[in-house]
Structure formats: structure tokens, C-alpha cells
């Protein structure tokens, strides 16, 4: 099996700070930034105890493609990719909220809807709806990111009265995040996919609005098959899912979704390459490329290298 990344520690020229996420490793210099997409995987909130072949490579390359295939609505944050696992970029001043959007009702909103609420941060959700259903137009659901734990569910009104994004600012980036989903959901339409409800971060530099982290990705996003969608829909039948939702179904049917006193599944060598393989079908769906598997022999060394020659 290939060799996997579960963590970097390196010392940067100009390295002013490092932050280490569920999944990415990032460097903080002056004015840029440098991200490390490892093979960590998470699910309920926890970092699993084995990483996965090729992941942080495909999570890099389906982000660097779509940033650069939405540029000309908003810009964004990198400026080169100069490792399959790397991006660099400028350092953004975040802002503290993730722009959630949905198209349908899945996930997280679904499981509101089903226990009786009908509205969602703010937003009014029609009666008779069933799991997965198209919603009227594509509602944004926001959320206060946390630095430990969930992030929060927030309605527009609440972000503009505490003053957490100011409401003009605000106006742009529900602008910005219709319009990416919009191009998001066109793409995927012409590879006989849905885009089901994704996030985007934004942030600014230079005073400028931008597009930050990644987006698109299927651990940021839910995509349907379309060719089956409305077959599935009139029997009652989940849908086929290309997101990673795979894994959380995984552990929960092994017992386990992130709950006190409850034990992680042993994750065996069959159950991490099932996992490196559908995260490769994956890219050549949302991308309609072949995957490249680069070289695992010896990682970290070629990753600091090709952020020295870049920096």
C-alpha cells in the first residue's frame, strides 16, 4: 500500500505561525500562507487513527481546479500549486462564519427538518418535503465557525446584529456564494453529477474579498448521481452518494458517530485502501480526469523540497 502523510513539521523561511486542522497542515509567513493537504481523515469531529492513500492529493487538486475554474467570479487565495499536496498562497484575515448553501434536502437539514423544524437559520422551509427532495432555490444556512467542536448554525439577521460580518460585506459574499454554486452546479451537471450543498470560506486581503480554503471538494461538498436521482426519489431508495458520506455510514454501522464512550472501529488494511479508492473515483467523477498517483516513497522530503523551490 502507499505510503501516507499524517502530519508535517516543518521550519519555513519567514515561518511566522502554524495551525494544524483535521486535515491540512498550514504555514504562516508574512503575507502568504502554505497548506498541506495530509491524509488525515475525519468524520464526526474526530481525526481517525489511520491515514489515506492519495487523499490530501486528490482534496489539493480538486480545490486548485475549481479555484482557478471560478476566478472570474471572485478571486481567491492561491497563487501556486507547486506540490500535488500544496498550495500557496496569500494570507487572508478569515472571516468567522462558513457560507453553507443547499440545493436539496440532505444531511444536516434534513435531519432538522425530520425532527419538526421548518425553519432554518432564518431561512423557511416548505411542508411535505421528503430526505434529498430539490428545494424551491438554493437556501444559504451559515455557521459560526468554532475552534473546538461544532460549528453553529446561525441565521443572516443574527451574523448582521452582532456585527460578525458587517452587512454590506455580508451582501457580497451571499452574492459570491450563489454564484459559486450556481458554477459549481453547472460543472457538475455536464459529468452527470449534483451538487447537492457545499461551504465556501471567504476572507480579505488587502482590504479585497476573497475566496479562501478549498471548495468542491467531497469532503467539503455532497454530490448525487443524476442519471438514477429521480428514480431513487419515487421509490424512497437513498441515493448514491460521491461526498464522504461513505465513511461516516461506515461507523455507524460499525456503532460508532463521534458520542462519549464510544469506540473507534478497527480500521483495517482492507477498509483503507475501499477508502483511498472511492476517494480516487472521486476526483475522476467531480474533475473528468485520470488520477495520477505521484510517488509515495518518500514524501515529506519531496513536499518540503517543492515548497522551498517555491518560496
Given at each position: 500500500m502507499a505510503n501516507t502523510i499524517t502530519e508535517t513539521n516543518f521550519q519555513l523561511p519567514g515561518q511566522t505561525g502554524f495551525y494544524r486542522g483535521k486535515v491540512r497542515d498550514v504555514y504562516f509567513l508574512d503575507r502568504q500562507v502554505v497548506m498541506v493537504a495530509t491524509d488525515r481523515i475525519s468524520a464526526f469531529d474526530i481525526v481517525l487513527p489511520k491515514a489515506i492513500p492519495y487523499k490530501g492529493q486528490v482534496l489539493s487538486q480538486i480545490a486548485y481546479d475549481f479555484l482557478i475554474t471560478t476566478s472570474d467570479i471572485v478571486p481567491n487565495w492561491v497563487t501556486s500549486m507547486p506540490d500535488p499536496n500544496v498550495m500557496i498562497g496569500f494570507r487572508c484575515e478569515p472571516y468567522p462564519i462558513e457560507m453553507v448553501i443547499r440545493g436539496y434536502l440532505a444531511g444536516h437539514a434534513w435531519r432538522e427538518y425530520k425532527a419538526g423544524k421548518r425553519t432554518l437559520c432564518g431561512v423557511t422551509l416548505p411542508e411535505g418535503l421528503k430526505e434529498?427532495?430539490?428545494?424551491?432555490?438554493?437556501?444559504?444556512?451559515?455557521?459560526?465557525?468554532?475552534?473546538?467542536?461544532h460549528d453553529e448554525d446561525i441565521s443572516r439577521e443574527d451574523i448582521i446584529a452582532q456585527g460578525i460580518v458587517p452587512e454590506k460585506e455580508y451582501q457580497k459574499l451571499e452574492e459570491f456564494t450563489h454564484r459559486l454554486f450556481e458554477r459549481g452546479s453547472n460543472i457538475a451537471r455536464e459529468r452527470g453529477l449534483i451538487l447537492v450543498d457545499t461551504k465556501y470560506e471567504f476572507g480579505t486581503f488587502n482590504d479585497k474579498i476573497h475566496l479562501i480554503d478549498e471548495i468542491h471538494t467531497p469532503d467539503s461538498s455532497r454530490y448525487f448521481y443524476a442519471d438514477d436521482f429521480q428514480e431513487r426519489q419515487q421509490k424512497g431508495e437513498p441515493q448514491k452518494q460521491l461526498s464522504k458520506e461513505f465513511v461516516r455510514q461506515w461507523l455507524i454501522s460499525e456503532g460508532f458517530q463521534g458520542k462519549e464512550g464510544q469506540k473507534l472501529p478497527e480500521m483495517t488494511d482492507e477498509i483503507v485502501k475501499s477508502i483511498s479508492e472511492r476517494y480516487?473515483?472521486?476526483?475522476?467523477?467531480?474533475?473528468?480526469?485520470?488520477?495520477?498517483?505521484?510517488?509515495?516513497?518518500?514524501?515529506?522530503h519531496r513536499i518540503r523540497q517543492n515548497i522551498m523551490n517555491a518560496l
Open positions: 434529498n427532495d430539490p428545494l424551491p432555490q438554493p437556501i444559504i444556512t451559515p455557521a459560526v465557525k468554532n475552534r473546538e467542536g480516487i473515483e472521486l476526483y475522476e467523477h467531480i474533475t473528468s480526469k485520470p488520477f495520477a498517483r505521484v510517488p509515495t516513497e518518500d514524501l515529506l
